[in-house]
């Protein structure tokens, strides 16, 4: 899996690099055109920069287009029908001046609004949500939302100037503008890995503005969390054999990382976590299909390069501002429900410290749902009972208000 991704990126990035090479190419081109040249000579330059210039201007159009007819797809019901009331769109909206996009799907557009909070920070799951969770859709407005540094919202600001604060203000600006837009008073939260966080942050600061929040792959401790995989990896790592994967983890050293290589070094311990859990029997459908969401009809070719820009660059620069947040010391009360969906085998966000975080978290209603199947990504593993459980936790919701 490692390998495809790595395949992508670099296929993606040798577009980019080929448009480049081919625009320089013909600026050159038409420079020389410019001295002294033989009658002969001049023609066979002049052609060939009117052959390089037209090129460049088809990848442009092709690298336009593509962005240009990014959509997601229809709703439509068992017979292939579109539901009269039904919205599937994908919108750009400015938030406190940075341009960001999102998905809105569902069945029905009076339904209540729920707000899917992705992972990272600088991931995307536009995709991902939309083939996994399709049947949320029956039931709500699902929106999901490229925060800043990811995805097609990768431009919304400088990677440098992107903070926690950053992502806590133009979550809410977006809370308001679903309330506003769909007439709705509050609205739901489903927050994943770093997005549970800072569905965290958001309920404790806005209060008035949610229902309720739904965590998975809860963090907690983000600079315990490290420690704990990087524990955890070596031990895997022992226990295997494997000298390589050892030799490497013992070089970078125990985490928190700092500077300019934390996504690479602690890709060391996260992926050969996610290799472990996917290797897990007791985990059922364990991974990301990312060539299938990467292809997706949501991500023009700039998109799909952004896709991993992301995840390697707003990681990297965000992820070591997040090591001073405990959620136990800094979030134990909450005025609004908070619900934690848990995988039994999750080693990414190590359950214990979710646990904790629940017995001291004063909630007005909430707790533990476990999946028995699942890693660090329930809405993928079981995805059929995680649906189930999302309109079960919010149905209980709905009539204690």
Avoid at 27 to 37: E, G, T, V, Y
Avoid at 330 to 349: E, I, K, M, Q, T
Avoid at 356 to 369: N, W
């Amino acid at each position: 899996m490692i390998l495809t991704v790595i395949f992508i990126i670099l296929t993606l990035l040798a577009v980019a690099a080929l448009v480049r090479i081919l625009f320089l190419a013909a600026f050159r081109i038409i420079s020389l055109l410019r001295a002294k040249q033989g009658p002969k000579k001049l023609v066979r330059l002049q052609k060939t920069a009117v052959f390089l210039s037209v090129v460049v201007i088809l990848n442009a159009g092709l690298l336009a287009f593509s962005q240009f007819a990014a959509s997601t797809p229809r709703i439509v019901d068992e017979n292939g029908n579109t539901p009269p009331n039904s919205i599937a769109e994908l919108t750009e909206l400015e938030l406190n001046g940075r341009k960001q996009w999102i998905s809105i799907r569902g069945w029905d557009k009076s339904a209540p609004v729920l707000l899917f909070i992705a992972g990272g920070p600088g991931g995307t799951q536009m995709a991902a949500v939309r083939h996994e969770l399709a049947e949320l859709e029956k039931h709500f407005v699902v929106v999901n939302w490229d925060q800043p540094g990811s995805g097609k919202s990768y431009y919304a600001d400088k990677i440098k100037n992107i903070t926690v604060q950053t992502y806590i203000q133009d979550g809410y600006a977006l809370t308001e503008y679903l309330k506003e837009r769909f007439s709705q008073e509050k609205i739901y939260l489903l927050g994943e890995s770093w997005g549970s966080a800072l569905g965290i942050f958001l309920v404790a600061e806005y209060p008035e503005s949610y229902h309720a929040l739904i965590g998975t792959g809860q963090m907690v401790d983000f600079a315990e969390t490290e420690r704990m995989d990087y524990a955890k990896a070596l031990e895997i790592a022992q226990a295997k054999g494997d000298r390589a994967t050892i030799e490497r983890l013992r070089s970078n050293g125990e985490p928190p990382y700092y500077g300019k290589d934390v996504t690479w070094k602690s890709a060391v311990y996260l992926n050969y976590l996610s290799a472990y859990m996917a290797g897990n029997p007791e985990i059922h459908n364990p991974g990301y299909n990312t060539l299938r969401d990467i292809f997706s009809s949501e991500y023009g070719v700039i998109d799909k390069i952004n896709f991993f820009r992301g995840i390697v660059n707003t990681f990297n620069d965000v992820y070591q501002q997040l090591y001073t947040i405990d959620l136990r010391k800094d979030y134990s009360r909450v005025a609004v429900p908070v619900y934690f969906f848990l995988g039994r085998h999750d080693v990414n966000a190590p359950t214990v410290l979710a646990e904790e975080y629940a017995q001291i978290l004063e909630t007005p209603a909430g707790g533990i749902v476990w999946f028995e199947h699942s890693g660090h990504s329930p809405w993928i593993n079981e995805r059929d009972k995680f649906a189930k459980e999302v309109l079960s936790c919010f149905l209980k919701i709905k009539t204690q208000e």
